[in-house]
């Protein structure tokens, strides 16, 4: 017996997983891929979904397990995870240092400012109101949260600019 | 203040496509020419790029534990063993 839960996505993943490891256990794949996959084709649709960009033409399940098929066919054939960055650009790619640089900086960035890292992704990702952002992170008003996201996004294009990640 | 309030604001703009086509003409005619603005655009577009990775790695976190706790209901787990077998 299954419960519904006030989060829509484990309702999702409920309802949807156990049939993608069904065609991804056809086509030979192990249950850690389906799951990778899954997972992929799960961040592509809350994104898209957060930014009001999401276009179901037949259902939520069906649009999920169509692009956790496209993920787990790509992360077979070229051996990469899906999803890749918006815009994505392959003449980008060719530096490989540039992924550990970058996972090094968002490290250090996460240890020297957590804080600021939440309020940016509170604006950039989860598209949240400055009000919102104002009352959650405890500012005196939009204007105050407004300069506090742009200090911290200043913090980052500095500490970008001193490690020279995007050279 | 406000004045680097907005470059960032219109920087985000750029990069997020949200300028008109007339006015991000506008905007990398200035780009070619202003080499600070150049760089303040790359910088900020590795922030994005970087904020995204760290919401990524949050929300892969979040749907691992939902694995966990789905793994918990009997028949989820049941449906998956059955597959897996």
Known sequence: ?167 | MRDQLNEAYHIDCYLLRQLSEEDTRAFETRLLFDNALAEKVEAQRSAHRLIRRYAWRQERGRLEAIYRLLLEEAEFAHQLKDIFI
Request: proline fraction near 4%; aromatic fraction near 8%.
């Open chain 1, 1 to 167: 017996m299954t419960t519904q839960t006030q989060d829509p996505i484990i309702d999702l993943y409920r309802d949807s997983f156990p049939d993608f490891a069904r065609m991804i256990r056809r086509m030979g794949g192990s249950l850690d891929e389906a799951k990778d996959a899954f997972h992929d084709a799960l961040l592509i649709y809350m994104e898209k979904e957060k930014a009001g960009q999401l276009q179901v033409r037949s259902s939520r399940k069906a649009y999920l397990l169509g692009t956790a098929k496209i993920c787990w066919l790509h992360a077979r054939d070229n051996g990469t995870p899906l999803p890749l960055p918006e815009n994505f650009d392959p003449a980008e790619a060719v530096d490989e240092g540039a992924e550990e640089r970058e996972q090094s900086l968002l490290e250090s960035l996460v240890r020297s400012g957590r804080k600021c890292m939440e309020l940016l992704k509170a604006f950039y990702y989860d598209h949240c109101s400055m009000q919102d952002i104002a009352t959650r992170f405890g500012f005196n008003g939009r204007r105050s949260a407004t300069v506090q996201k742009y200090k911290c996004l200043e913090k980052v294009r500095e500490e970008i600019k001193s490690t020279q990640t995007y050279a």
